[in-house]
């Protein structure tokens, strides 16, 4: 089963993606993730990314698309994915058409994790991860048992990402409006979208996916 989750930035697309893999046996494909590797590494592609990044707005379709393509060919996709901020644009939602068909696969659901955009500045500002195990925190909402200790790992170095600033996010926002916002008219006439509330507690979206995945056709 291939399943692109939509939504804005801050939505909880990756938090939801991480807590889909183990039950569903599906591998998360986060174009994010990928791209702020390439960052971290000083690659070709991430020198070209940097920039775009930091100002909020969308790497060229080119480079998600490749990165994508090459990632697809691995063995632990074969299961199913769930692409976690990919696609972005309605080019990116083509390109991933052609690219399954090409492959022999097909994508079975299209879900918006839909939040509005007055909750997200504060999720995202807030938001903050372990820099061992990954594990997601916020400021407010979602706080270590013991201050500046990571529940999962106990680790005490946390990271916050560059493009997560108050300045950042309204043109991130602006992005999503503008150039994603158009991928759910277009999965609709697929007729394989779904919507669930983004704005409720975590684990309640999480079964919200669920009920959705487990009618969603193979
Ligand atoms: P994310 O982690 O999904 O919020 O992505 C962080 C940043 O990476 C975005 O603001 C874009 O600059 C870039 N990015 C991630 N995925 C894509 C994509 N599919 N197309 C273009 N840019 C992307």
Redesign the pocket.
């Known amino acids: 089963m291939n399943l692109v989750l939509l939504g804005p930035?801050g939505g909880g697309?990756?938090t939801q993606a991480k807590r889909l893999m183990d039950t569903f046996g599906l591998v998360q494909l986060?174009?994010?993730?990928m791209?702020?590797a390439a960052v971290s590494s000083g690659s070709e592609i991430g020198k070209k990314?940097k920039a775009?990044?930091d100002?909020?707005?969308?790497?060229?379709?080119d480079?998600?698309i490749a990165i994508i393509d090459e990632r697809l060919d691995q063995a632990d996709t074969q299961n199913g994915v769930i692409f976690?901020?990919?696609?972005?644009?309605v080019a990116?939602a083509e390109a991933l058409d052609a690219m399954l068909v090409r492959k022999g696969r097909g994508l079975n659901a299209a879900i918006e994790v839909r939040v509005p955009d007055a909750l997200l500045i504060e999720r995202i500002t807030g938001r903050y991860t372990c820099a061992k195990c990954g594990a997601g925190y916020h400021d407010k909402f979602q706080k270590p048992a013991k201050d500046g200790v990571c529940d999962k790992c106990g680790s005490t170095e946390f990271i916050r990402?560059a493009?997560d600033n108050a300045e950042t996010v309204t043109k991130?926002l602006d992005?999503y409006h503008a150039q994603t916002a158009p991928l759910l008219p277009y999965y609709e006439k697929k007729g394989i979208l779904s919507v669930v509330d983004g704005t409720q507690d975590i684990a309640k979206v999480t079964t919200d996916l669920e009920t959705i995945l487990k009618s969603t056709k193979k």
């Open positions: 930035p697309k990756g986060s174009t994010g993730d791209l702020r990314a775009v990044m100002a909020g707005q969308l790497v060229s379709d480079i998600v976690d901020g990919f696609p972005r644009t990116q990402r493009d991130r992005a």
